[in-house]
């Protein structure tokens, strides 16, 4: 039932296996130019992660993070202000052409061009990464068929709804059967059937040799499908190992809370406001 198209060889194969599948060294991202009244927006703080090849790598931390900042770097299409990104061993930004050939993204936002019917933006995206159109066009048809929204393969992506975006996303990222996955929340508004479609399409793309790095804030997900979780918390890398040895017989969620909460006691100068205002419209307004 799935896409079952092997992985096109290459000479990357040849990667020894202790080589990342992605590595960040000290990677650093300031937004905005820092002024005398203004210090620039420190988004993603000297992150150094290693990403083993093979693994299942989950990504978590809260809104602002910096998880989105963070993936746009390692995948070069975000310039660090500091530190250095690799694919399979291959400096993002001195060596561009070898390291995205590598990923399949599926960034925070559009990936192809939405006043396109679905099947020929996805045939654009597979001839850009190198495919004969007959291939693109093959594997476009399995992987709408497979995420259910071949129906809607002749309608303009930007007819579709949020859930119907991501999964074709997701089909892009995959159609060149690329080495390397790179998924920014790739379940989100994404419906509970075709999510589990999609869990099992990633285990399988493990299984299989391949290496997915995905962010998201479900800690379920996170829990059950990955055998490696970073947590980020404004900005700077928490933990970051085995999921069971970063759980340490606790939750996920537990753990993130806490990281969370003690950081925003730690920065805090007076209590956060309560809202005891909010009491079911009984109050006065
Ligand atoms: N283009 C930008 N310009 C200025 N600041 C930005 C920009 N993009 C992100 N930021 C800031 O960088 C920080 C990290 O944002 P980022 O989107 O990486 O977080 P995230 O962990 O992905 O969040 P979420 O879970 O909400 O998607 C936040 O403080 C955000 O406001």
């Known amino acids: 039932m799935y896409p ?39 988004a993603v703080s000297g992150v150094s992660l290693a990403i083993p090849r093979g693994s299942l790598y989950g990504l978590v931390g809260a ?6 900042t963070w993936l746009s770097m390692a995948t070069g299409l975000l310039r660090p202000s500091h530190g250095s990104a690799f694919l399979d061993g291959h400096d993002v930004w001195a060596d561009p052409v070898a390291a995205r050939g590598r990923v399949g993204l599926l960034p925070d936002g559009p990936t192809m061009s939405e006043a396109l019917p679905g099947h020929v933006a996805l045939r654009h995206v597979g001839v850009l990464q190198g495919l004969a159109t007959d291939v693109a066009d093959a594997r476009a048809a399995d ?47 994404v419906d509970p059937v075709s999510a589990v479609t999609i869990r099992e399409i990633l285990q399988r793309f493990t299984a299989t040799g391949g290496t997915v790095v995905l962010s998201s804030h479900s800690m379920t997900l996170i829990e059950q499908i990955c055998t490696h979780v970073a947590i980020l918390d404004k900005g700077r890398l928490v933990t970051a190992g085995e999921t069971a040895a970063v759980r340490a017989g606790t939750s996920l969620e537990s753990i993130l809370v806490d990281t969370v909460n003690k950081s925003a006691a730690d920065g805090a100068d007076t209590a956060a406001p309560g809202l005891d205002w909010l009491d079911g419209g009984n109050g006065v307004r």
């Open 63 to 68: 809104n602002g993070a910096g998880k989105t």
């Open 143 to 189: 992987l709408m068929a497979v995420f259910d929204i071949a129906g809607s393969a002749d309608k303009p992506v930007s007819s579709y709804s949020a859930g119907m975006k991501k999964k074709i996303g997701l089909a892009a990222a995959l159609i060149h059967s690329p080495r390397l996955l790179v998924l920014d929340e790739p379940l989100e508004a």
């Open 4 to 42: 079952d198209h092997p992985r096109t060889p290459d000479a990357s194969d040849a990667t020894p296996a202790a080589v990342p599948a992605l590595e960040t060294r000290e990677l650093t991202k300031v937004y905005g130019t820092a002024t005398a009244m203004y210090d620039g927006q420190v």
